[in-house]
């Protein structure tokens, strides 16, 4: 069964950073494009970030590039989301997500529960 | 970037109706359109990808249509488990951009 599991939320203060993580579980994660994507409290979902299989290729919204990285350690059958100058309207709950079949980037057949990041002073 | 825009916002429905919603891409995305259903509390869920493809278990009263910059995704008899919010996402280009959701509501 494939499992994805974030962790890593909670509160933050506007401008410090917060790394994310996501175990996966249930097929092979080295095979599988990975994504993010965040939903803003009672608001629409946004996509953050996705990396290829190996990591080299990484894709961003201009609404968090530079700022935040995405990144994976197949070994760990882990992905990552290291979040820099926090902003408050990054305040959403993140979501990991894969797509249905190796080799692609979507659509996202595969979602975790979520891990809630609230960026406040 | 590419602009998906739903319509309608909200739509107040009754179990057994027949349920149309429209998604509308800034510029042409060939077939690649995926809607997802996200229910109150939960994590968004895969119903039909490129357009018109539907997902594995997914009930086949679910459907979706379209191509370049107009999309339909239907629901032809309405179940009171659909309540839900449905999302269109453009998955032709990066950035990925979700539309803005359309809320079933019961009448």
């Known amino acids: 069964e494939v499992q994805l599991v974030e962790s890593g939320g909670g509160l933050v203060q506007p401008g410090r950073s917060l790394k994310l993580s996501c175990a996966a579980s249930?097929?092979?994660?080295?095979?599988?494009?990975m994504a993010w994507v965040r939903q803003a409290p009672k608001k629409g979902l946004e996509w953050v970030a996705t990396?290829?299989?190996?990591?080299?290729?990484?894709y961003y919204p201009d609404s968090v590039k530079g700022r935040f990285t995405i990144s994976r350690d197949n070994a760990k059958s882990s992905l990552y989301l290291q979040m820099n100058s926090l902003k408050s309207e990054d305040t959403a709950t993140y979501y990991c997500?894969?797509?249905?079949?190796?080799?692609?980037?979507?659509?996202?057949?595969?979602w975790g529960q979520g891990t809630l990041v609230t960026v406040s002073s | 970037d590419i602009v998906m825009t739903q319509s309608p916002t909200s739509m107040s429905i009754s179990v057994g109706d027949r349920v149309t919603m429209n998604c509308k891409a800034s510029?042409?995305?060939?077939?690649?359109v995926d809607w997802y259903q996200q229910k109150t509390g939960q994590s968004p869920k895969l119903l039909i990808y490129?357009?018109?493809n539907r997902y594995t278990g997914v009930p086949d009263r679910f459907t979706g249509s379209g191509s370049g910059t107009d999309f339909t995704f239907t629901i032809s008899n309405m179940q009171a488990e659909d309540l839900a919010v449905y999302y269109c996402?453009?998955?032709?280009?990066?950035?990925?951009?979700f539309g803005g959701g359309t809320k079933l509501e019961l009448k």
């Open positions: 997500a894969r797509p249905t079949i190796a080799a692609i980037s979507t659509p996202f057949a595969y």
């Open positions: 249930g097929f092979t994660f080295s095979n599988y494009y």
């Open positions: 990396i290829s299989t190996s990591g080299s290729r990484t």
């Open positions: 510029q042409n995305v060939g077939s690649n």
């Open positions: 490129k357009a018109s």
């Open positions: 996402m453009q998955s032709n280009s990066y950035p990925r951009t």
